[in-house]
């Protein structure tokens, strides 16, 4: 939690960023990260997204030096840090859990960093001030942290780690612990903090949501695998592979068979007779050498349609036409802007479908619809076995 005094006033050499090298890390029988590269440029907001056990916390943990890696160099400013305790490290993490000593005061608590590194008692007295200020808390200096909410800890935690000065700044779902609405004013308060300091961020997080509303930009993991990085709106609109479509904002997935591939455009059709048309003819995921494959005739796809991108009409004659369905609407539900409807098409197809509120009576259940989209609304996928990015050695 502490860092030293040397590392405090460095100052920057523009090559302060951080560079995770060829790392991976082996527990045992079991692989957490396969060997993986990834370069946090300076001063951004970088989420490491996953689904539990995708190996995100273990990445911080070696970063952090609470874990060495098996294999491979990580590199601030251009030096290797693996072989640096923790302390030695110009990083702080900030916990899920606040782990703030209990006996001793708010100041005391956020100052033992600076004591331990032997920082002079006028300096440490005005960083604290400061820290205090930053986190809109200079109130609270004399109370002990079970006088404080949750929140209030929370932001205690965030002034004992920036104290410090850290070059990065690693945060491991610090906000799993709050209710909704305090995460959503932490979550603001981060990026405000991120906004005024020159600090970069490595934040962990399963929620989805949580990294699109901070991020410059997401890495999304899976099976300690790297499946894509770029930013939110990227990621989101252009989805590498299967995985990250599904895991990124809800998502329609359609099972259907290639049945022709002319001019450019593919046409897919369902078990249920729906016609789909794309006018990529590659196959996501890339292959393990990074080579996008054409669709071929035949080929068992996974189509993906946002439901924003679905069209709601109360259905008028049969519809033969491609990108478009008949359906019953099973339920919907008033999200504030926008209505949300369970579409059944043909047996069992279950289609979500967003549209906007504004202006609109929603349509009963039992009514039957025509649901439609653009071609460019349609991402395909291999099925499912082909849907994450390879580990290595795999196809
Ligand atoms: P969560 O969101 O649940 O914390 P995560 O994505 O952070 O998950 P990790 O905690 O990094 O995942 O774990 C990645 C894999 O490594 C998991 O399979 C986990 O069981 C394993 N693992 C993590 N730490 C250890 C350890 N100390 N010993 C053995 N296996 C471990």
Same mark, same amino acid.
């Given at each position: 939690?502490? $860092?030293? !005094?040397?590392?405090?006033?460095?100052?920057?050499?523009?090559?302060?960023?951080?560079?995770?090298?060829?790392?991976?890390?082996?527990? *045992?029988?079991?692989?957490?990260?396969?060997?993986?590269?990834?370069?946090?440029?300076?001063?951004?907001?970088?989420?490491?997204?996953?689904?539990?056990?995708?190996?995100?916390?273990?990445?911080?943990?070696?970063?952090? *030096?609470?874990?060495?890696?098996?294999?491979? &160099?990580?590199?601030?400013? *251009?030096?290797?840090?693996?072989?640096?305790?923790?302390?030695?490290?110009?990083?702080?993490?900030?916990?899920?859990?606040?782990?703030?000593?209990?006996?001793?005061?708010?100041?005391?608590?956020?100052?033992?960093?600076?004591?331990?590194?032997?920082?002079?008692?006028?300096?440490?007295?005005? +960083?604290? +001030?400061?820290?205090?200020?930053?986190?809109?808390?200079?109130?609270?200096?004399? #109370?002990?942290?079970?006088?404080?909410?949750?929140?209030?800890?929370?932001?205690?935690?965030?002034? #004992?780690?920036?104290?410090?000065?850290?070059?990065?700044?690693?945060?491991?779902?610090?906000?799993?612990?709050?209710? #909704?609405?305090?995460?959503?004013?932490?979550?603001?308060?981060?990026?405000?903090?991120?906004?005024?300091?020159?600090?970069?961020?490595?934040?962990?997080?399963?929620?989805?949501?949580?990294?699109? !509303?901070?991020?410059?930009? /997401?890495?999304?993991?899976?099976?300690?695998?790297?499946?894509? /990085?770029?930013?939110?709106?990227?990621?989101?609109?252009?989805?590498?592979?299967?995985?990250? !479509?599904?895991?990124?904002?809800?998502?329609?997935?359609? $099972?259907? &068979?290639?049945?022709?591939?002319?001019? @450019? /455009?593919?046409?897919? #059709?369902?078990?249920?007779?729906?016609?789909?048309?794309?006018?990529?003819?590659?196959?996501?995921?890339?292959?393990?050498?990074?080579?996008?494959?054409?669709?071929?005739?035949?080929?068992?796809?996974?189509?993906? /349609?946002?439901?924003?991108?679905?069209?709601?009409?109360?259905?008028? !004659?049969?519809?033969?036409?491609?990108?478009?369905?008949? @359906?019953?609407?099973?339920?919907?539900?008033?999200?504030?802007?926008?209505?949300?409807?369970?579409?059944?098409?043909?047996?069992?197809?279950?289609?979500?479908?967003?549209?906007?509120?504004?202006?609109?009576?929603?349509?009963?259940?039992?009514?039957?619809?025509?649901?439609?989209?653009?071609?460019?609304?349609?991402?395909?996928?291999?099925?499912? $076995?082909?849907?994450?990015?390879?580990?290595?050695?795999?196809?």
């Amino acid at each position: 939690m502490t $860092t030293t !005094a040397a590392t405090e006033t460095t100052p920057s050499t523009g090559l302060d960023h951080l560079e995770i090298r060829g790392v991976k890390k082996v527990f *045992g029988e079991n692989t957490a990260i396969e060997r993986l590269d990834l370069t946090v440029h300076k001063g951004e907001f970088l989420s490491l997204l996953g689904p539990s056990g995708c190996g995100k916390t273990t990445l911080l943990r070696m970063i952090a *030096g609470f874990e060495a890696p098996t294999d491979g &160099e990580i590199l601030l400013a *251009g030096k290797d840090i693996v072989s640096l305790p923790p302390h030695r490290r110009p990083v702080n993490t900030v916990f899920q859990s606040y782990l703030l000593f209990p006996h001793m005061n708010i100041a005391d608590n956020i100052a033992y960093g600076l004591k331990q590194a032997k920082v002079p008692k006028p300096e440490i007295a005005q +960083r604290v +001030r400061e820290v205090l200020a930053l986190v809109q808390m200079e109130d609270f200096a004399g #109370r002990r942290p079970e006088q404080l909410s949750g929140g209030q800890q929370q932001r205690i935690a965030l002034a #004992r780690a920036l104290v410090n000065r850290p070059q990065v700044l690693l945060l491991d779902e610090p906000m799993s612990a709050l209710d #909704r609405k305090l995460r959503e004013e932490m979550q603001l308060e981060l990026k405000r903090l991120h906004t005024k300091l020159d600090t970069t961020f490595v934040f962990v997080t399963h929620d989805q949501d949580e990294a699109l !509303a901070m991020s410059d930009r /997401i890495v999304v993991m899976y099976d300690g695998v790297i499946q894509q /990085i770029g930013g939110g709106e990227d990621i989101y609109a252009n989805p590498h592979n299967g995985f990250v !479509a599904g895991f990124i904002g809800k998502q329609n997935f359609i $099972t259907a &068979e290639v049945t022709s591939t002319d001019s @450019g /455009i593919a046409r897919m #059709r369902t078990a249920n007779s729906t016609v789909l048309e794309a006018p990529s003819l590659d196959l996501r995921p890339a292959t393990a050498a990074g080579q996008p494959r054409q669709l071929q005739v035949g080929d068992r796809v996974r189509a993906a /349609i946002r439901p924003e991108r679905m069209r709601v009409a109360r259905a008028t !004659a049969d519809t033969t036409a491609a990108n478009s369905a008949r @359906g019953t609407v099973m339920s919907y539900s008033f999200l504030g802007d926008v209505i949300q409807y369970m579409i059944v098409v043909g047996d069992n197809d279950e289609i979500l479908a967003r549209v906007p509120a504004a202006g609109t009576q929603p349509l009963a259940a039992g009514t039957e619809v025509e649901l439609s989209w653009e071609a460019d609304a349609v991402d395909v996928f291999g099925s499912e $076995t082909g849907d994450v990015g390879p580990r290595e050695g795999g196809a």
